[in-house]
């Protein structure tokens, strides 16, 4: 087969993903083939350990020296499935400098690096595609970049992480604790054996900074999402949401507001249970946006394993392999054009659901009352739990109020004497009251 055949694919990385589209691509030659007008072959796949990969040998050439594939006239797309910033961003850009077409997967290289790809990439004339960086096989970033290109979007809002959704799912459905939780989502495999990542919240910061880039066509750089995990929640906090009407969730969200500007931020919210969000559960993903022209729209799906990511990376090698078949490349370049100013956390105005450990004397509600009042914290419920102890358990939920007020707040209740425990703070996410 020559090369005015088939389009040559140089993979770097034959882990679950790179594996998962090999077999996709395998699997599905015929079908594809007729979607692009030529066949698509795998000529060469990069590795860094050839024993560890000899099984792939009798089908394909392995390489550990990206030379290799980069000065390798036949190979016309890179596809980048190593993981991790380096040496995936040096070899991504690398390959681009070679005017090599680059598909990727990783979130965490296009996060922080996506600027320099994209120019390297629009300066070389080639594609660079990373549909399944965020959401695995759910379409999210050719629907944000092409079909909903006409919108102004006002909200991306999403759950982007399953190993939190499932451990969130099992305390809410089985009354587990986090402790219990974790362990089994490490047990099933969802989790790693380090969760930092995950329960923190800094996989799903990687992921809104994309989406928010991508929506509001202005560059988020990660160090200005703010960032919470859910390491706090406990069985208590997940009954009195309950009791209220509300599930808890580790949302991803990016909005604007209004002249403050952009902002993109991650962590546990109360969010009603008529919200679609509300109903995702387990180890699956969603996103919800609103744009001013088809209001609301979401995307559901698994958010990660082999062959959904791969569904998607094999969804931009189709989409780069069509441009070359039609001699096009970078038709959709970077939409970054905007320079919007970010809004900073301390700016953002939510409802929050409060509990508290106090003394349970008189007087006790006047002086918390009165310490929210000095912050301008109106309080829409009080209600008075369990006793435990010798102390009251109060759980309290405001009208929106600023970040910044609210700090304030819990910095003037953390040295009353009559509060013994500031036990959590979550934000909810109800458009129902302000």
């Not at 991504?92 to 005017?99: D, F, I, R, T, V």
């Not at 301390?346 to 450990?357: S, W």
């Not at 358990?393 to 003037?412: C, G, K, W």
């Given at each position: 087969?020559?090369?005015?055949?088939?389009?040559?694919?140089?993979?770097?990385?034959?882990?679950t993903v790179g594996s998962g589209v090999l077999e996709l691509l395998q699997k599905n030659a015929a079908s594809i083939a007729q979607k692009v007008?030529?066949?698509?072959?795998?000529?060469?796949?990069?590795?860094?350990?050839?024993?560890?990969?000899?099984?792939?040998?009798?089908?394909?050439?392995?390489?550990?020296?990206?030379?290799?594939?980069?000065?390798?006239?036949?190979?016309?797309?890179?596809?980048?499935?190593?993981?991790?910033?380096?040496?995936?961003?040096?070899?991504?850009?690398?390959?681009?400098?070679?005017?090599?077409?680059?598909?990727?997967?990783?979130?965490?290289?296009?996060?922080?690096?996506?600027?320099?790809?994209?120019?390297?990439?629009?300066?070389?004339?080639?594609?660079?595609?990373?549909?399944?960086?965020?959401?695995?096989?759910?379409?999210?970033?050719?629907?944000?970049?092409?079909?909903?290109?006409?919108?102004?979007?006002?909200?991306?809002?999403?759950?982007?992480?399953?190993?939190?959704?499932?451990?969130?799912?099992?305390?809410?459905?089985?009354?587990?604790?986090?402790?219990?939780?974790?362990?089994?989502?490490?047990?099933?495999?969802?989790?790693?054996?380090?969760?930092?990542?995950?329960?923190?919240?800094?996989?799903?910061?990687?992921?809104?900074?994309?989406?928010?880039?991508?929506?509001?066509?202005?560059?988020?750089?990660?160090?200005?999402?703010?960032?919470?995990?859910?390491?706090?929640?406990?069985?208590?906090?997940?009954?009195?949401?309950?009791?209220?009407?509300?599930?808890?969730?580790?949302?991803?969200?990016?909005?604007?507001?209004?002249?403050?500007?952009?902002?993109?931020?991650?962590?546990?919210?109360?969010?009603?249970?008529?919200?679609?969000?509300?109903?995702?559960?387990?180890?699956?993903?969603?996103?919800f946006v609103r744009g001013d022209a088809i209001g609301e729209a979401m995307f559901y799906g698994r958010g990660a394993g082999k062959l959904p990511?791969?569904?998607?990376?094999?969804?931009?090698?189709?989409?780069?392999?069509?441009?070359?078949?039609?001699?096009?490349?970078?038709?959709?370049?970077?939409?970054?054009?905007?320079?919007?100013?970010?809004?900073?956390?301390?700016?953002?105005?939510?409802?929050?659901?409060?509990?508290?450990?106090?003394?349970?004397?008189?007087?006790?509600?006047?002086?918390?009352?009165?310490?929210?009042?000095?912050?301008?914290?109106?309080?829409?419920?009080?209600?008075?739990?369990?006793?435990?102890?010798?102390?009251?358990?109060?759980?309290?939920?405001?009208?929106?109020?600023?970040?910044?007020?609210?700090?304030?707040?819990?910095?003037?209740?953390?040295?009353?004497?009559?509060?013994?425990?500031?036990?959590?703070?979550?934000?909810?996410?109800?458009?129902?009251?302000?």
């Amino acid at each position: 087969m020559t090369k005015e055949d088939k389009i040559s694919i140089g993979l770097l990385g034959a882990g679950t993903v790179g594996s998962g589209v090999l077999e996709l691509l395998q699997k599905n030659a015929a079908s594809i083939a007729q979607k692009v007008g030529k066949q698509i072959q795998v000529t060469r796949i990069f590795v860094r350990d050839l024993e560890k990969y000899a099984h792939l040998a009798e089908s394909y050439a392995l390489t550990t020296d990206i030379d290799d594939i980069v000065n390798d006239p036949q190979i016309d797309i890179v596809v980048e499935l190593m993981g991790g910033e380096e040496p995936a961003k040096t070899l991504m850009l690398y390959a681009l400098a070679h005017k090599k077409h680059v598909v990727t997967a990783n979130k965490d290289v296009v996060a922080k690096y996506g600027r320099e790809l994209f120019d390297a990439a629009e300066a070389n004339q080639v594609d660079f595609l990373f549909e399944a960086s965020v959401g695995g096989g759910i379409p999210i970033i050719r629907p944000l970049k092409q079909c909903l290109a006409a919108n102004e979007i006002q909200e991306v809002m999403g759950i982007v992480n399953g190993t939190t959704n499932y451990m969130l799912t099992r305390m809410s459905q089985q009354g587990m604790d986090f402790a219990d939780a974790l362990a089994e989502a490490q047990a099933k495999g969802y989790a790693e054996a380090d969760p930092t990542a995950d329960v923190g919240g800094l996989d799903a910061a990687r992921k809104i900074a994309i989406l928010s880039s991508l929506a509001f066509n202005s560059r988020m750089p990660l160090d200005k999402v703010h960032v919470e995990g859910i390491e706090k929640i406990s069985k208590h906090d997940i009954e009195y949401a309950r009791e209220f009407g509300y599930c808890i969730k580790l949302l991803a969200i990016a909005k604007r507001e209004g002249e403050n500007g952009i902002n993109a931020r991650v962590h546990p919210v109360f969010l009603p249970v008529s919200h679609p969000l509300a109903a995702v559960n387990d180890v699956f993903n969603a996103i919800f946006v609103r744009g001013d022209a088809i209001g609301e729209a979401m995307f559901y799906g698994r958010g990660a394993g082999k062959l959904p990511t791969a569904s998607a990376v094999c969804a931009d090698i189709i989409d780069v392999a069509r441009d070359i078949v039609h001699k096009g490349a970078s038709r959709i370049l970077c939409t970054c054009f905007e320079e919007t100013k970010i809004c900073p956390i301390e700016k953002v105005a939510n409802p929050y659901y409060i509990r508290l450990l106090v003394a349970d004397q008189p007087g006790v509600l006047s002086a918390i009352a009165a310490a929210f009042g000095a912050q301008q914290v109106s309080l829409r419920t009080v209600v008075q739990k369990q006793r435990v102890g010798e102390y009251a358990e109060l759980v309290l939920i405001t009208y929106a109020v600023p970040d910044s007020h609210m700090r304030m707040a819990m910095q003037t209740l953390a040295v009353l004497p009559a509060v013994a425990e500031v036990s959590n703070i979550i934000r909810v996410e109800d458009p129902h009251f302000s």
